[in-house]
Structure formats: structure tokens, C-alpha cells
């Protein structure tokens, strides 16, 4: 069992000797970066904002989003001959804008046809506009007792069925998806009968790519054994009177969190992540129902904040096509040298550098948001470039700051943003300013202390950009807070041993109480590190 650290030292401010992080990235050309992004979309409810099909396509092409998630319907009653007709035209008006669907196919109940007859529906209707195939959608969630043996008579019916097709065999197969991931042994080994492994990984509050998802590709080796990993559904809710299990997030933790999903999935080699979904569906005043709120654009069609982050991060990793990898060898210094990075390579020959913290901003339990501090630190690249423009992912994709680069800049990775750095030489065209301060120099190199970490953000909309000018936050830094009043460290101490979540929630308000609201996240958010 992992030992906790003693929250006394963790509110304390600490000389160590400086931390140094070195290694050389793999630049991937952008587009293979693109590629790992889609979003699931529902087009026969027409109902629902789906019902447009045009304001949906445009949605889509605005995120630059060229992959969706969704269904067949092959069923031969002739009461759902609209149903088949419409759906198919839906999928190829899609793939005429560039957008390509996977499909998941029916389920053992056949209430969307046979699997012959979606086959053939698609081999007479849509061929060009699939790119994959996937087995039935959740169905352990019947409860069926012998679920289980019915996906997989499905699944292996599925994959014969593709794969004797000699106009689809050339298409990948996933397994079926689960509704629950520890159901996933009681599946067994299909790794015979499909392409990819299937998983639906919803983070339930929690920040991604921790170890609640290490856990779930583990689980899914019974499945698939070495065979990559799709995630075809993930993403945030943010149903804020919801009580049940899957618990709720902010939308401005949702966006922060979102972009950094996408990036450490594409880090950890998942070939694509569906985000679920585009719309929210229906009207939820009360914001009780998780089901109603999962989209990326609220009901009426304006964009929360992951729309904009799964948008931003896209644009700046760029959507051009070619190009090719490159190694990029890079040493960060200081507190930032832990920090998680991802390189891609631009088809005009630059690299952009995503950079964020591991770090947690929304407090799944106590249901607030959190603001954890900034790190700053040196940046070393070896290679040719003589300029570097800075970018926060939450504000959008002109750059924080812009100048001439030779070889080490200073810089800063938020707690609750990712930062995006482009290197490029002479040759390559500039990103617009737009009035972007210029590159500050490196921090002073030092033999016997961390840089301090940089200052939180002032607000929750206004985190500081990495690299930029000093922040103006009126927040202080942390490595200068007031030390705590006794009262205000035991409360704390209380709150972040809590386990059991009714006494989590009562001793957290006993924190705020006793230091006041942010110094109280502050603390809590740090204790929350260092116990990792």
C-alpha cells in the first residue's frame, strides 16, 4: 500500500536540488494525431439537435473532427424502411464532407436486421463512406444471464462475416463494448475474432489517463491479449444534480480536462477515442440526468468548453496533410521536468510541443473546482530552430507569446491548461501574433534550489500562459502564502485523509470554513500531489 506523504510537509515550501528531464520525442506528422480524434453522433434522432443534419455536418467540420460513431439499421419490417433509408443517406451526406463513420452492428436480439443484412446493407448502400465495423453496443447491460455467450456467437459471426466480404474484408472489426469494464473477463478471449479491443472509458470525474485507466486496458488484455485498444466512448458529463455513481464535472473542468484525454490517450498509442458525444440531447433544467448532458455543444448549439479544446488542440497540432516524423531531443528543468509532453511534426517542417500536468482540477467527491499552481522551469531543444510561439490550449490557438529561439527558453505549464509550443526555423511562415508578448529569457540557472513554481492563475477563465510575461494575479504565489493557521492545517489534514465520501464532503467544508475557500483548495489540491 502506497505510503501517504505527511501533509505538514506538504504545505511547506521545500529547497531540493534542481530536477532535470531529458529525452527525445517522436514527432509524428500532425495528422496521425488528428486522426486518433472522433466524436459519436446519433443521426436517426430526430428529435434531438441531430434532427439537422447540415448544422450537425458544420459542427463537426468546425471542430475539425473527420471520424463519428454510430449505428446500423438494416431491420427488413417494412415500418423501418424510412429508418434504413435515412440513416444510410445520413452516413454518405457525412463521408461526402470528409467524415467517416464506424458503425456498430446491431445486436443478438437482431432488432436491427442480421448481421447478413447489415452487411449487405452497407455493401449496397454506403460502401466508401464505413471505415470499421464493431460489435453490439453495451449489451451486458441487459443482464441477460447469459449475455456473455450471446456477444460472443455475435462477435465471431461479425468478424466471419466481414472478412468473407470481399468488398468490407479490408475493414477493421472491433469487439463488442461493455457498459461495465470488470465484466470484461466474463467475455473471454476474442482476440481470434477481431481487428482492435473495444473500450468505453468514461473517467467518472477523475483526471485522465490515471491509473483508473491503466486499469481498464489491463482488463481488457483478457479480451483482445496485445492487440491496440479503441476507445469508442469517453468523455465528461456535466449533469451537476446527478447523484448516482458516474459523477458529474464542471464544464470548465470538462474543457480543461478534455484536451488532456486526447493527448494522453494519443500518448499511450490508442489509435482513436470517439468522444461521446457531439450534442446534448434534451432539455435538463434540473441537470439530473447524466444522459442529457454529455455532449461537447449544449442543446441550443453553443460550444462549452471542451468543444473549444477539443477544437484548439487540433488547430494547433495542425490539420494539413503529409509531412513526416522526426525526433525532437528536448531537456526540461526545474519544477516543470515531471511534466507530461506529446510532439507532433507539421507538414511545413515545424514541431509543436504540447506540455501539461499530471495534476487534478475538479474534486469528483466534493464536487469544486480546483486551481493547482503553475511550474516553471528551463526548456532545451537541440535542432535547427531560431523561433518559438506559445499557446494555451484553453484560450485558443493565437499565440501567448512569440520571439527568436537559441535553443533554451523559459517556461511555464499551468495546472489547469496545456500549453503548446511551435519551433520553427527561418523558412516557415509565423503564426499571426496578434499582439503576443515577446519570449522571455530562461530563469538563472541554479545548483541548489527548484525554480519556484510559477503563479496560479488568477481566475478560473484566465490561467497563466507558459513562457509569457509575468502574471498579473492578485492570487498569491504559493511558494509565498501566509503559512496556515493551526486550525486551518488540521482541518485540512482531516479533509484529505476522509475516505467515505459523506465525510470527505462534511470535512471539506469544515476546511473552507476554517482557511477560507481557495486556500483551502490550494492545500487540498496539493496534499492531492504529493500523496500520488
Same mark, same amino acid.
Not at 369 to 381: E, R
Not at 417 to 440: E, H, N, Q, Y
Given at each position: /500500500?502506497?505510503?501517504?506523504?505527511?501533509? /505538514?510537509?506538504?504545505?511547506?515550501?521545500?529547497?531540493?536540488?534542481?530536477?532535470?528531464?531529458?529525452?527525445?520525442?517522436?514527432?509524428?506528422?500532425?495528422?496521425?494525431?488528428?486522426?486518433?480524434?472522433?466524436?459519436?453522433?446519433?443521426?436517426?434522432?430526430?428529435?434531438?439537435?441531430?434532427?439537422?443534419?447540415?448544422?450537425?455536418?458544420?459542427?463537426?467540420?468546425?471542430?475539425?473532427?473527420?471520424?463519428?460513431?454510430?449505428?446500423?439499421?438494416?431491420?427488413?419490417?417494412?415500418?423501418?424502411?424510412?429508418?434504413?433509408?435515412?440513416?444510410?443517406?445520413?452516413?454518405?451526406?457525412?463521408?461526402?464532407?470528409?467524415?467517416?463513420?464506424?458503425?456498430?452492428?446491431?445486436?443478438?436480439?437482431?432488432?436491427?436486421?442480421?448481421?447478413?443484412?447489415?452487411?449487405?446493407?452497407?455493401?449496397?448502400?454506403?460502401?466508401? #463512406?464505413?471505415?470499421?465495423?464493431?460489435?453490439?453496443?453495451?449489451?451486458?447491460?441487459?443482464?441477460?444471464?447469459?449475455?456473455?455467450?450471446?456477444?460472443?456467437?455475435?462477435?465471431?459471426?461479425?468478424?466471419?462475416?466481414?472478412?468473407?466480404?470481399?468488398?468490407?474484408?479490408?475493414?477493421?472489426?472491433?469487439?463488442?463494448?461493455?457498459?461495465?469494464?470488470?465484466?470484461?473477463?466474463?467475455?473471454?478471449?476474442?482476440?481470434?475474432?477481431?481487428?482492435?479491443?473495444?473500450?468505453?472509458?468514461?473517467?467518472?470525474?477523475?483526471?485522465?489517463?490515471?491509473?483508473?485507466?491503466?486499469?481498464?486496458?489491463?482488463?481488457?488484455?483478457?479480451?483482445?491479449?496485445?492487440?491496440?485498444?479503441?476507445?469508442?466512448?469517453?468523455?465528461?458529463?456535466?449533469?451537476?444534480?446527478?447523484?448516482?455513481?458516474?459523477?458529474?464535472?464542471?464544464?470548465?473542468?470538462?474543457?480543461?480536462?478534455?484536451?488532456? /484525454?486526447?493527448?494522453?490517450?494519443?500518448?499511450?498509442?490508442?489509435?482513436?477515442?470517439?468522444?461521446?458525444?457531439?450534442?446534448?440531447?434534451?432539455?435538463?433544467?434540473?441537470?439530473?440526468?447524466?444522459?442529457?448532458?454529455?455532449?461537447?455543444?449544449?442543446?441550443? $448549439?453553443?460550444?462549452?468548453?471542451?468543444?473549444?479544446?477539443?477544437?484548439?488542440?487540433?488547430?494547433?497540432?495542425?490539420?494539413?496533410?503529409?509531412?513526416?516524423?522526426?525526433?525532437?531531443?528536448?531537456?526540461?528543468?526545474?519544477?516543470?521536468?515531471?511534466?507530461?509532453?506529446?510532439?507532433?511534426?507539421?507538414?511545413?517542417?515545424?514541431?509543436?510541443?504540447?506540455?501539461?500536468?499530471? #495534476?487534478?482540477?475538479?474534486?469528483?467527491? $466534493?464536487?469544486?473546482? /480546483?486551481?493547482?499552481?503553475?511550474?516553471?522551469?528551463?526548456?532545451?531543444?537541440?535542432?535547427?530552430?531560431?523561433?518559438?510561439?506559445?499557446?494555451?490550449?484553453?484560450?485558443?490557438?493565437?499565440?501567448?507569446?512569440?520571439?527568436?529561439?537559441?535553443?533554451?527558453? $523559459?517556461?511555464?505549464?499551468?495546472?489547469?491548461?496545456?500549453?503548446?509550443?511551435?519551433?520553427?526555423?527561418?523558412?516557415?511562415?509565423?503564426?499571426?501574433? $496578434?499582439?503576443?508578448?515577446?519570449?522571455?529569457?530562461?530563469?538563472?540557472?541554479?545548483?541548489?534550489?527548484?525554480?519556484?513554481?510559477?503563479?496560479?492563475?488568477?481566475?478560473?477563465?484566465?490561467?497563466?500562459?507558459?513562457?509569457?510575461?509575468?502574471?498579473?494575479?492578485?492570487?498569491?504565489?504559493?511558494?509565498?502564502?501566509?503559512?496556515?493557521?493551526?486550525?486551518? @492545517?488540521?482541518?485540512?489534514?482531516?479533509?484529505? @485523509?476522509?475516505?467515505?465520501?459523506?465525510?470527505?464532503?462534511?470535512?471539506?467544508?469544515?476546511?473552507?470554513?476554517?482557511?477560507?475557500?481557495?486556500?483551502?483548495?490550494?492545500?487540498?489540491?496539493?496534499?492531492?500531489?504529493?500523496?500520488?
Amino acid at each position: /500500500m502506497r505510503r501517504a506523504v505527511p501533509l /505538514m510537509a506538504v504545505l511547506s515550501t521545500l529547497i531540493s536540488p534542481e530536477r532535470a528531464s531529458a529525452e527525445t520525442l517522436r514527432a509524428a506528422p500532425a495528422r496521425t494525431f488528428v486522426d486518433t480524434v472522433g466524436v459519436n453522433v446519433h443521426p436517426t434522432y430526430l428529435s434531438t439537435p441531430y434532427g439537422n443534419v447540415d448544422r450537425t455536418i458544420a459542427a463537426l467540420q468546425s471542430l475539425g473532427i473527420r471520424h463519428v460513431r454510430h449505428g446500423i439499421h438494416a431491420n427488413p419490417d417494412p415500418k423501418f424502411a424510412w429508418v434504413n433509408g435515412y440513416s444510410a443517406t445520413v452516413t454518405n451526406k457525412l463521408a461526402a464532407a470528409g467524415i467517416k463513420s464506424d458503425l456498430v452492428v446491431g445486436n443478438p436480439d437482431d432488432s436491427s436486421g442480421t448481421i447478413a443484412q447489415q452487411l449487405a446493407h452497407v455493401r449496397s448502400t454506403m460502401l466508401g #463512406s464505413v471505415e470499421s465495423f464493431e460489435g453490439p453496443n453495451e449489451w451486458d447491460q441487459t443482464l441477460r444471464t447469459n449475455w456473455a455467450a450471446e456477444l460472443r456467437g455475435y462477435q465471431k459471426a461479425l468478424y466471419g462475416g466481414v472478412k468473407a466480404d470481399s468488398a468490407l474484408k479490408a475493414l477493421p472489426v472491433f469487439t463488442p463494448s461493455l457498459g461495465e469494464w470488470r465484466r470484461l473477463p466474463q467475455l473471454g478471449d476474442l482476440s481470434a475474432y477481431a481487428d482492435y479491443g473495444n473500450l468505453h472509458a468514461y473517467p467518472g470525474g477523475l483526471a485522465p489517463g490515471q491509473k483508473w485507466l491503466d486499469d481498464q486496458l489491463t482488463a481488457h488484455k483478457t479480451v483482445t491479449g496485445t492487440k491496440k485498444v479503441m476507445i469508442t466512448e469517453a468523455g465528461y458529463h456535466n449533469a451537476m444534480a446527478y447523484t448516482g455513481l458516474h459523477k458529474p464535472t464542471s464544464e470548465r473542468a470538462s474543457g480543461r480536462y478534455m484536451a488532456r /484525454m486526447l493527448l494522453e490517450h494519443y500518448r499511450r498509442g490508442l489509435p482513436r477515442t470517439w468522444v461521446y458525444e457531439l450534442y446534448d440531447e434534451k432539455e435538463d433544467l434540473a441537470l439530473t440526468n447524466k444522459e442529457r448532458h454529455l455532449g461537447l455543444l449544449r442543446l441550443d $448549439g453553443s460550444e462549452k468548453p471542451a468543444a473549444k479544446a477539443v477544437r484548439n488542440v487540433i488547430e494547433l497540432a495542425g490539420t494539413g496533410t503529409g509531412g513526416t516524423a522526426a525526433d525532437l531531443p528536448i531537456e526540461l528543468t526545474g519544477a516543470a521536468s515531471g511534466v507530461r509532453r506529446v510532439a507532433v511534426r507539421r507538414p511545413d517542417g515545424s514541431i509543436v510541443l504540447f506540455l501539461w500536468q499530471d #495534476s487534478v482540477i475538479w474534486d469528483k467527491y $466534493g464536487q469544486f473546482d /480546483m486551481y493547482p499552481a503553475a511550474l516553471g522551469g528551463t526548456l532545451k531543444v537541440t535542432g535547427p530552430w531560431t523561433r518559438a510561439e506559445v499557446f494555451s490550449v484553453a484560450k485558443g490557438t493565437a499565440p501567448t507569446a512569440a520571439g527568436g529561439f537559441a535553443g533554451t527558453m $523559459g517556461v511555464t505549464v499551468p495546472g489547469d491548461d496545456v500549453i503548446a509550443i511551435r519551433l520553427a526555423d527561418a523558412s516557415m511562415k509565423p503564426t499571426p501574433a $496578434g499582439g503576443a508578448p515577446t519570449l522571455p529569457p530562461p530563469p538563472p540557472a541554479t545548483r541548489s534550489e527548484t525554480p519556484t513554481p510559477a503563479p496560479s492563475p488568477a481566475a478560473p477563465a484566465a490561467s497563466a500562459p507558459a513562457a509569457s510575461a509575468p502574471a498579473t494575479s492578485t492570487r498569491p504565489a504559493p511558494a509565498t502564502m501566509a503559512r496556515p493557521s493551526r486550525r486551518c @492545517r488540521i482541518a485540512v489534514k482531516r479533509a484529505h @485523509r476522509a475516505r467515505r465520501t459523506r465525510a470527505r464532503a462534511a470535512t471539506r467544508r469544515s476546511a473552507r470554513r476554517a482557511c477560507g475557500a481557495r486556500v483551502a483548495r490550494r492545500l487540498l489540491a496539493r496534499a492531492a500531489r504529493a500523496a500520488r
